[in-house]
DNA sequence: TAGATCTGTGTTTTT
DNA sequence: CACAGATCTA
């Protein structure tokens, strides 16, 4: 039974043997802290610890779902089935509907996304004739949600006079208001948003005792994976959950808190020791994932971090090559680079996609991925960025269901009133909110009763509204006796959303309708699975719960692909090969973050957790211009690169003229051979080149470059406006005459016959081309 | 009222 | 560029 215990380490073994009292383990990036959460766990249930009683949250569904499988191995199924383990959300929403009743909410309350909370914040303002430009929504949006997540809650707003006059300082002193207002909405909606699901879970443990006692006791095993990126909201309901019985064990590591964004307190980790008796600290410092040389370039980035707890990470694993550094055009270079590389390496090392991951700081970044992966038909995966239930024809449908569920749903009523369209205006629909805030009902509610309230609507609006509440409610009824697929397939066709989007006929609506059907597939599989689960029903509730809170990690695909995603997001995996691209100021460290020493220590940190996601090799890639909101904009290397200590890294490219130069200077490279700069190529698995080169090979790269002279020089602009029958000349072929233009903005390329070279294509940005006519 | 079109505005990261 | 909101037209 305890054979398992073996595979563990000294430092590992020591918190999985550790029954009772409170622990705190500090580990290290790839230091086994889920084999020891999961060996913990295994032993606890050994020792007669009844898996009712063990309670473990994890950052994500997938964590969760991983380690209730690795459980399972060791301890069998069918126990391992009843551990309560998952997210703070989704853990605490399923308590919430339990006990919901108490707080008075149904217990089929809605949960609303970000984009709910914010359309129904940008209502609320225009309500209240506020001026949008300085009560944007979405600043108010997160300045709300931080209140939430510091437990500050309207009253206690309101009675914190300071929070008031920083509200009036910056130019919004009807903030509480909103957040009033806000507040009452949601409650009146029967929903809560994501803030709400810790907030409400604090209030229900705060105000009824016997509720936390009841909690108390049956979670008397308390286990929090990246304990790091905990908020005070969080942090208050581990508290009082293990106050009884003090079993507590947090792991984490103060290194990769990434999440201060969103309210984590590093704080919660710093200062564990002192919130419980007789805390026990382990250290996991031995790391098994990653060579010697990532292992040690990471330790040389967060050194330069001031705040942290000390540790040292090492390892016994093979040197490895040198962290590959590049720098390209553009992004759509960089992509193409990468592509090529992991194709390369692909080959050369035979290994299968899932052996790759791209990472970069935001979403937007994929696109230039996705298409050089394309390209070079990759096949690859992006997770995060919009979720699959986040799509407009899918949260359309999902509207539907959930306001059938809950008529109440502000939210989801808005969306689909009029969608598709049904003649119901916004004229019509601001009536019905003013009427809905002035008696206090909601807006599904004042339909009903449109006998015994003035709408001022003529008969015709009148029909609609009614027509539109009796489907509502007969897609209510049907849900009583039908299943969930049923009643989603009814839905998508009734309301008549397919028809519109077929109607459409574009590829894109085409697309849509695929969505839908696979929505609706979803659902199916649903039911069938929940069947065989002995406390679920496969009901259309469960399944909105269930897609409330899932995420697009938690999609299992079962290809083999190559995976792209945000730094954020690839926290806790690992992949053989990673790729770092936008390595550049303003990007990584983003400019949103560098004003405050704490948040650049954040960025910081962040960088730690994307080299370490590497096994085998990293590399890291900058662009010299690249397109950002539309426009191409001059970029400049990342400080985080500098910050490595240089035996770590390997450049591809000569280190003396990088900073500030802009593209018309270093492109124009007319025919030198642009590969006789690159001083190495690199290849996977050949001993690592040197470190940056020494001046003296510099020295003759530089010689390498010709000395550009601009006069006569046909400019960039010239040259991008050329059009087919243009008389050219070229330093080397001479006259010719432009035959055809291929390809838009940097990728523009002429097909041009020479009088002494022939038919030639070239890239625009690079020939070196002087207008004649 | 619906739908097309224009304008403006902002963009970090996520449960 | 991408989306939200405003403005215009049928």
Redesign the pocket.
């Given at each position: 039974m305890e054979s398992y215990l073996a595979e563990l380490n000294d430092a590992q073994r020591a918190p999985v043997l550790q029954k009772d009292g409170a622990m705190i383990v500090i580990a290290g990036a790839g230091s086994g802290k889920t084999r020891v959460l999961t060996y913990r766990i295994a032993y606890l249930m050994s020792k007669g610890v009844d898996p009712f009683n063990i309670l473990s949250l994890t950052f994500?569904n997938k964590a969760a779902k991983e380690m209730k499988k690795r459980i399972s191995q060791i301890v069998g199924s069918s126990e391992a089935k009843n551990l309560w383990m998952g997210?703070f959300?989704?853990i605490f929403a399923k308590m919430l509907r339990f006990e919901a009743d108490k707080l008075g909410y149904p217990s089929n309350f809605t949960i609303y996304?970000?984009q709910d909370s914010q359309r129904l914040i940008?209502a609320i303002i225009k309500e209240m004739g506020l001026d949008k430009?300085i009560y944007?929504?979405?600043q108010v949006y997160s300045r709300i949600s931080s209140y939430k997540n510091s437990l500050i809650t309207v009253k206690a707003y309101f009675q914190n006079p300071e929070l008031k006059e920083a509200d009036a300082m910056s130019k919004k002193p009807r903030l509480g208001d909103i957040y009033k207002n806000y507040v009452d909405r949601c409650f009146k909606a029967g929903a809560m948003d994501?803030d709400d699901l810790l907030l409400k879970t604090n209030e229900l443990l705060n105000r009824f005792p016997e509720v936390l006692q009841k909690y108390q006791n049956r979670f008397r095993y308390i286990l929090v994976d990246e304990y790091q990126d905990t908020n005070h909201s969080q942090y208050l309901i581990v508290k009082a959950l293990s106050d009884k019985f003090q079993n507590i064990c947090v792991v984490g590591d103060d290194a990769q808190s990434i999440y201060a964004?969103?309210g984590a307190n590093i704080n919660n980790i710093l200062n564990f020791q002192k919130d419980y008796d007789n805390v026990q600290l382990y250290r996991l410092e031995q790391n098994y994932r990653s060579t010697k040389n990532i292992v040690n370039a990471a330790n040389s980035i967060i050194e330069k971090n001031k705040t942290k707890l000390e540790k040292v990470v090492w390892t016994a694993n093979e040197d490895g090559p040198k962290i590959i550094v590049n720098r390209l055009l553009t992004d759509g270079e960089e992509g193409r680079f990468v592509a090529s590389s992991i194709f390369e390496n692909k080959m050369q090392n035979q290994l299968d996609n899932g052996s790759f991951a791209i990472l970069y700081?935001?979403?937007?970044q994929s696109r230039a991925m996705e298409d050089a992966l394309r390209k070079r038909e990759i096949p690859y995966r992006i997770y995060?960025g919009l979720s699959f239930y986040q799509r407009k024809e899918i949260k359309d449908v999902l509207s539907y269901l959930r306001l059938l569920i809950n008529p109440n749903d502000e939210a989801a009523l808005k969306r689909v009133i009029?969608y598709p369209?049904?003649?119901?205006?916004?004229?019509?629909i601001d009536k019905l909110t003013i009427a809905a805030n002035t008696y206090g009902k909601s807006i599904f509610e004042v339909i009903e009763n449109l006998d015994h309230i003035d709408l001022k609507v003529n008969s015709g609006?009148r029909n609609k509204l009614t027509n539109f509440v009796n489907m509502i409610k007969s897609f209510s009824i049907l849900n009583e006796n039908a299943d969930a697929f049923t009643v989603a397939d009814t839905v998508a066709k009734k309301t008549g959303l397919v028809q519109d989007l077929k109607k459409d006929g574009t590829p894109e609506g085409v697309a849509k309708i695929e969505n839908i059907e696979e929505l609706l597939n979803g659902i199916r599989d649903f039911v069938e699975g929940q069947k065989e689960l002995a406390d679920a029903t496969g009901s259309l509730a469960e399944f909105l719960e269930d897609v409330a809170?899932a995420?697009d990690?938690d999609k299992e695909t079962g290809d083999d692909h190559v995976a792209l995603m945000?730094i954020?997001?690839a926290k806790g995996l690992e992949f053989p090969y990673v790729y770092i691209v936008g390595m550049e100021e303003d990007l990584f460290p983003?400019g949103?973050?560098m004003n405050t020493r704490s948040e650049l220590e954040e960025e910081r940190r962040l960088f730690y957790v994307a080299l370490t996601r590497a096994e085998k090799q990293a590399y890291l890639t900058y662009t010299q211009s690249r397109?950002?909101?539309?426009k191409l904009v001059d970029a400049e290397p990342s400080r985080f690169i500098d910050e490595i200590e240089g035996k770590f890294l390997d450049y591809m490219i000569p280190q003396d003229d990088y900073k500030y130069k802009p593209l018309i200077d270093t492109d124009i490279f007319g025919d030198v051979d642009k590969s006789k700069l690159r001083q190495t190529k690199p290849t996977a698995g050949s001993p690592p080149p040197a470190h940056k080169p020494s001046e003296e090979q510099l020295r003759k790269l530089r010689k390498l470059r010709p000395a550009l002279d601009h006069t006569g020089q046909a400019s960039i602009k010239d040259v991008v406006k050329l059009e087919e029958g243009n008389e050219v000349e070229h330093i080397r072929f001479g006259k010719g005459k432009v035959l055809k233009i291929d390809g838009i903005g940097q990728d523009k390329k002429a097909e041009i016959n020479f009088e002494n070279g022939g038919i030639k294509k070239l890239l625009l940005r690079f020939a070196k081309l002087k207008l004649l006519s």
């Open positions: 994500t997210t959300h989704s996304d970000t940008s430009d944007k929504y979405k994501f964004f969103r700081r935001t979403n937007a995060g009029n369209a049904r003649g119901i205006g916004q004229t019509t609006t809170l995420t990690m945000t954020h997001l983003s949103m973050s397109y950002r909101w539309g």
